[in-house]
């Protein structure tokens, strides 16, 4: 089983940047579905961003185009979200999570549930 680690969580002010960084422990062959979800306390988990190794297709969700850019470096086999112009609203723990899928990201990958390798989550605090 594959572990994902993050980094990259903290504290800005709102209107600044952070990036956040999820390593794979060991590379996995074939196609998979990657991705970034949040969620807050007492709230239920919003996917924000996934990346399809396959063809690269990326989605992402309403709150987050235009601002956020999912990404990955096969060599260092790590997946990234550049967040910018953060908003108090984007306040949320970040989950790194993937499958394996021949399909790509489909919309059940998508909306998280069908994701089987999961960080631990990175805290990002965004300060008004």
């Known amino acids: 089983q594959v572990q994902l680690t993050e980094s990259g969580g903290g504290s800005v002010q709102a209107g600044g940047s952070l990036r956040l960084s999820c390593v794979f422990s060991v590379y996995t062959y074939g196609r998979k579905c990657m991705g970034w979800f949040r969620q807050v306390a007492g709230k239920e988990r919003e996917g924000v961003a996934t990346?399809?190794?396959?063809?690269?297709?990326?989605t992402y969700a309403d709150s987050v185009k235009g601002r956020f850019t999912i990404s990955r470096s096969a060599v260092k086999n790590t997946l990234y979200l550049q967040m910018n112009s953060l908003k108090p609203d984007d306040t949320a723990m970040y989950y790194c999570?993937?499958?394996?899928?021949?399909?790509?990201?489909?919309?059940?990958?998508?909306?998280?549930?069908?994701?089987?390798?999961w960080g631990k989550g990175a805290l990002v605090t965004i300060s008004s």
């Open positions: 999570a993937a499958a394996v899928s021949d399909r790509g990201c489909t919309p059940w990958l998508i909306s998280g549930s069908g994701m089987d390798s």
């Open positions: 990346l399809d190794s396959g063809d690269g297709l990326t």
